[in-house]
T-cell receptor, first 115, second 114 residues
Framework: DSGVTQTPKHLITATGQRVTLRCSPRSGDLSVYWYQQSLDQGLQFLIQYYNGEERAKGNILERFSAQQFPDLHSELNLSSLELGDSALYFC??????????????FGDGTRLSIL | GNSVTQMEGPVTLSEEAFLTINCTYTATGYPSLFWYVQYPGEGLQLLLKATKADDKGSNKGFEATYRKETTSFHLEKGSVQVSDSAVYFCALWSGDTGRRALTFGSGTRLQVQP
């Protein structure tokens, strides 16, 4: 058990809809990272928050947004969903703001299926 | 930009066989290197890491050595078990400003047969 909790585990919705994925980091971790894992793109970094502030941005679409709340949990919002957004979305957390000596601890992911 | 290249899978081995999964990288500066493992239905777990050239990371019988001259970080295990069946990801973290994130390889699926 990594200590990172993601909800829901599975989400099925239709094109054009909006969904929210939730992540609770390990106790004491201040950074939250979001990743998308798909068959064609592999595992891609989307965005990082550190102590409530956006820290780094990867390949995140404009239709997607995220935030980290004062209690350090994070939400990833996906809107105007397309079939290609079907993927496994992972959240990870680390103690500090990110660095080579700070391993990231991953949740079990949310599987999003767009019909 | 940064990139990680892993050998294509699946890799199928018999129990107690020797394992090598190749990983090479492209990065500026001095990245940290990681191997993560993903068991079916689970998230990624850190397997081992190395933060500077010639460092050897090791865990659960797995080893990998950070080779800067060949830009490689190959994963090895002397005797695999059925329970090692999983997908293995090589990753790097670069401290370059504006790109402080893990870059993952495409993953290599390992299947160990009894």
């Amino acid at each position: 058990d990594s200590g990172v909790t993601q909800t829901p585990k599975h989400l099925i919705t239709a094109t054009g809809q909006r969904v929210t994925l939730r992540c609770s980091p390990r106790s004491g971790d201040l950074s939250v990272y979001w990743y998308q894992q798909s068959l064609d793109q592999g595992l891609q970094f989307l965005i990082q928050y550190y102590n409530g502030e956006e820290r780094a941005k990867g390949n995140i679409l404009e239709r997607f947004s995220a935030q980290q709340f004062p209690d350090l949990h994070s939400e990833l919002n996906l809107s105007s969903l397309e079939l290609g957004d079907s993927a496994l979305y992972f959240c990870a957390s680390s103690v500090g703001g990110g660095g080579g000596n700070q391993p990231q601890h991953f949740g079990d992911g949310t599987r999003l299926s767009i019909l | 930009g940064n990139s990680v290249t892993q050998m294509e899978g699946p890799v199928t081995l018999s129990e107690e066989a020797f394992l090598t999964i190749n990983c090479t990288y492209t990065a500026t500066g001095y990245p940290s290197l990681f191997w993560y493992v993903q068991y079916p239905g689970e998230g990624l777990q850190l397997l081992l890491k190395a933060t500077k050239a010639d460092d050897k990371g090791s865990n659960k019988g797995f080893e990998a050595t950070y080779r800067k001259e060949t830009t490689s970080f190959h994963l090895e295990k002397g005797s695999v078990q059925v329970s090692d069946s999983a997908v293995y990801f090589c990753a790097l973290w670069s401290g370059d400003t504006g790109r402080r994130a893990l870059t993952f390889g495409s993953g290599t699926r390992l299947q160990v047969q009894p």
